[in-house]
């Protein structure tokens, strides 16, 4: 079939929107037509250079939609469940899935980075040319075949647009605070970035029950957006936030830092801003190559952990319907999560707003 879908055809260059072929889903594959797709830095990566991925590819990874039509074997979902997308499909039965870290299966690692479906080929084509899919969805386009093990079906009572971020930025962030790091009641928390995942984590901590929660970012825009999802304090990140954050943590540093960007500076900085015995969490992805110089005599003197958060170290199957059903009883911030709409065309604009860093999530909706 012919669709419409957003195309990267090379690193440092912009999106482009044109008409691609979609083969017909095969065994154990499912064609979803997309009702939205997050804009998300993961997909600017590719863009930058931080990430290297096969070319063309068509991106989105954060994606919900309608099941349309089913391979042979597919007995996860049928035509008409909603569904919202996984990026990290797990298969249930690896040494990690059996170990309870199905965001770390490592069944379906290689062909999701290469760009295929798990069989190794893809499913789209452009002037002739083989066209990749990102994270095994490529969901900036109008339909989509995925693997039956990216789908998680959901209630259909949840508008499609929030329930596509569920996919990425809440699970990645919520996650975090939840299941890596394992807030607990009475903590102190910091966050340094303040995007899509750190909006999430904050509210993340908050439903943990955290007592004092710190935002910090550049971008004084976000210092109101961050109290919406649950931050007690707000401090610009050019304002010595270390003094502030132990001012505001009895001289000691927080007991849990979060570091939502990705960048070995900023993890330095925030290693320095928990206390003897915290834990500093990263969620956010380091461009490939990059080192980060944590000191060991510290780690070592004042115990400090140290933990890597993928996915939010989230159960897909149990923890998409989960996060949706709090949004629905008023639990989780998911609308307020949507700063702006916009078309496929609309795209690069799209991008253009996230880097200038003045809003929550933008969504790519289809009608």
Not at 112 to 130: F, V
Request: aromatic share 6%; glycine share 10%; proline share 4%.
């Amino acid at each position: 079939m012919k669709i419409q879908a957003a195309l990267l055809l090379d690193a440092h260059q912009r999106f482009i929107v044109d008409e691609v072929e979609l083969d017909e889903p095969r065994a154990g594959e499912v064609l979803i037509k997309i009702a939205a797709s997050g804009v998300c830095h993961s997909d600017y990566h590719m863009v930058s250079g931080a990430t290297k991925h096969p070319m063309p590819v068509v991106p989105g990874h954060e994606g919900a939609g309608v099941v349309t039509a089913v391979g042979a074997g597919v007995n996860r979902v049928q035509v008409g469940d909603h569904v919202t997308l996984n990026w990290a499909p797990d298969c249930g039965h690896c040494f990690y899935c059996l170990r309870g870290k199905p965001n770390l299966c490592e069944t379906y690692i290689d062909p999701i980075w290469a760009g295929t479906m798990l069989d190794g080929t893809t499913r789209l084509r452009w002037k002739g040319q083989t066209v990749y899919h990102f994270s095994g969805l490529a969901s900036f386009a109008e339909y989509a075949v995925v693997p039956q093990e990216s789908c998680v079906k959901i209630r259909k009572d949840v508008p499609l647009t929030v329930a596509a971020l569920v996919g990425c930025a809440v699970a990645t962030g919520v996650g975090a605070a939840m299941y890596t790091a394992e807030v607990k009641a009475g903590e102190s928390v910091v966050v340094f970035g303040c995007g899509g995942v750190g909006l999430n984590i904050l509210q993340g901590a908050a439903l943990c029950g955290a007592d004092t929660i710190i935002a910090v970012d550049t971008n004084p825009a976000k210092m109101e957006i961050a109290k919406q999802f649950g931050a007690t304090h707000s401090i610009l990140a050019t304002d010595h936030p270390i003094e502030q954050i132990r001012d505001l943590t009895n001289g000691r540093g927080a007991e849990h830092a979060f570091e939502a960007v990705g960048i070995p500076a900023l993890q330095e900085t925030a290693l320095d801003a928990i206390r003897p015995g915290g834990t500093l969490t990263l969620a956010g992805l380091s461009a490939m190559g990059t080192g980060t110089n944590l000191p060991g005599a510290i780690i070592t003197r004042q115990e400090k952990v140290i933990k890597g958060s993928y996915y939010g170290t989230v159960n897909a199957t149990r923890d998409f319907p989960l996060m949706l059903d709090l949004y629905m009883s008023g639990k989780l911030k998911l609308d307020e999560l949507v700063s702006q709409e916009y078309t496929l065309d609309q795209i690069n604009e799209a991008y253009d707003v996230m880097l200038s860093g003045s809003v929550a999530r933008g969504v790519v909706v289809f009608k």
